[in-house]
T-cell receptor, first 113, second 109 residues
Framework: DSGVTQTPKHLITATGQRVTLRCSPR?????VYWYQQSLDQGLQFLIQ???????AKGNILERFSAQQFPDLHSELNLSSLELGDSALYFC????????????FGSGTQLSVL | KNEVEQSPQNLTAQEGEFITINCSYS?????LHWLQQHPGGGIVSLFM???GKKKHGRLIATINIQEKHSSLHITASHPRDSAVYIC???????????FGQGTRLTINP
């Protein structure tokens, strides 16, 4: 058990809908990272938050947004969903902003039908 | 050409064999990560290294900064080592990780 909790584990929705993925980092970790894993693209970095502030942005679509709350949990919001958004979404946490081992959650499998 | 290239893409071996997975990258880095992803999908961080060599149990990771190359070795491989192994690098001054495409390892009993 990594100590990182992601909910829900599975999500099935329709095109055009909006969903929210939730992540609770390991106790004491201030950084939260979101990654997308699809069959054709592999793992891709979406966005990082550190202590409530956006730290780095990767290949995140404008239809996607995220935030980190004062209790350090994070949410990834995906809107106007398309078939191509179907993927495994991982959250990871680490103690510091730019270094240290990453601890991954078990992922949320999103299926857009 | 991807920033991070892994080889081989697929590897099948017999239990007990010594396994080597390679990772080459094209940019200067501050750190390299080796990750393991089991068939159930969960990802575990095995190593983070910026120089030299690290060992944990039957796993050994090495990195050669000058040659921009890292290897992950598994000694006395076991069927439970069957997984996808992913190399990821953090560029110097960068926050994001760039991932290799993964190496699918299958160890047969």
């Amino acid at each position: 058990d990594s100590g990182v909790t992601q909910t829900p584990k599975h999500l099935i929705t329709a095109t055009g809908q909006r969903v929210t993925l939730r992540c609770s980092p390991r106790s004491g970790d201030l950084s939260v990272y979101w990654y997308q894993q699809s069959l054709d693209q592999g793992l891709q970095f979406l966005i990082q938050y550190y202590n409530g502030e956006e730290r780095a942005k990767g290949n995140i679509l404008e239809r996607f947004s995220a935030q980190q709350f004062p209790d350090l949990h994070s949410e990834l919001n995906l809107s106007s969903l398309e078939l191509g958004d179907s993927a495994l979404y991982f959250c990871a946490s680490s103690p510091g902003p730019d270094r240290g081992k990453l601890f991954f959650g078990s992922g949320t499998q999103l299926s857009v039908l | 050409k991807n920033e991070v290239e892994q080889s081989p893409q697929n590897l099948t071996a017999q239990e007990g064999e010594f396994i080597t997975i390679n990772c080459s990258y094209s940019v200067g880095i501050s750190a390299l990560h080796w990750l393991q992803q089991h068939p159930g999908g969960g990802i575990v961080s095995l190593f983070m290294l910026s120089s030299g060599k690290k060992k944990h149990g039957r796993l050994i990771a090495t990195i050669n900064i000058q040659e921009k190359h890292s290897s992950l070795h598994i000694t006395a491989s076991h069927p439970r080592d069957s997984a996808v192994y992913i190399c990821a690098v953090r560029g110097q001054g960068a926050q994001k990780l760039v991932f290799g495409q993964g190496t699918r390892l299958t160890i047969n009993p």
